[in-house]
């Protein structure tokens, strides 16, 4: 029995010796397949994938982490997702309104700057409807307008105070007060 015993214990030493070979080779392949696929995501560049998958080949787990160590840090997605992000931020920051007289950030439907008070929209004489100092035309019905004063391309004029209707108590309070323009 001995001589049997030996030949089983030889027969399930040789079993688990090829399994783990086996998974030795299934893991080295795996290093290899996971690195090629890591290294594209990160580069364009074939000479840099091809270097970096035959470190992990020929030094297997040693290898595997001087990959991990010198690999770049971010994916070609996350670089174009930042761009893009960074592109999305200063288109909106040029479509931000400014008050042409002195910088102020303003929003599109006020009249006057509450800065400086410049009036920044006026009344168009044909429709009524509010046209920006700058535009050439009235975007509503399409009649020409003349340059006001103190409006881009006109001569700068100071800025006058604003004067309101209302009893100094009652314009504190209201202050989202303007002056009524022609056709509203």
Not at 19 to 30: E, R
Not at 132 to 144: F, L, M, S, T
Not at 172 to 178: D, P, Q, S, V, W
Request: with cysteine.
């Amino acid at each position: 029995m001995p001589a049997d015993l030996a030949n089983t214990i030889a027969t399930i030493a040789g079993i688990l010796v090829a399994m783990l070979g086996a998974f030795l080779f299934a893991f080295w392949i795996a290093m290899g397949i996971w690195t090629f696929n890591d290294i594209r995501s990160r580069t364009r560049d074939w000479l840099a994938i091809a270097l970096a998958c035959l470190l992990v080949l020929v030094f297997p787990v040693i290898g595997l982490i001087l990959y991990l160590m010198i690999r770049p840090k971010e994916t070609l997605a996350e670089v174009y997702d930042r761009a893009l992000e960074e592109e999305a931020l200063l288109r909106e920051l040029e479509e931000t309104l400014t008050c042409y007289n002195c910088g102020v950030p303003v929003k599109d439907e006020w009249v006057y700057c509450y800065n400086c008070h410049a009036q920044l929209q006026h009344a168009c004489a044909s429709c009524g409807n509010l046209v920006r100092n700058e535009w050439d035309i009235c975007v509503y019905c399409g009649a020409p307008q003349q340059a006001l004063a103190g409006t881009p391309g006109s001569v700068p004029q100071p800025a006058a105070p604003f004067q309101s209707d209302f009893p100094p108590d009652v314009a504190e309070e209201n202050l989202g007060y303007r002056p009524m323009q022609m056709g509203e």
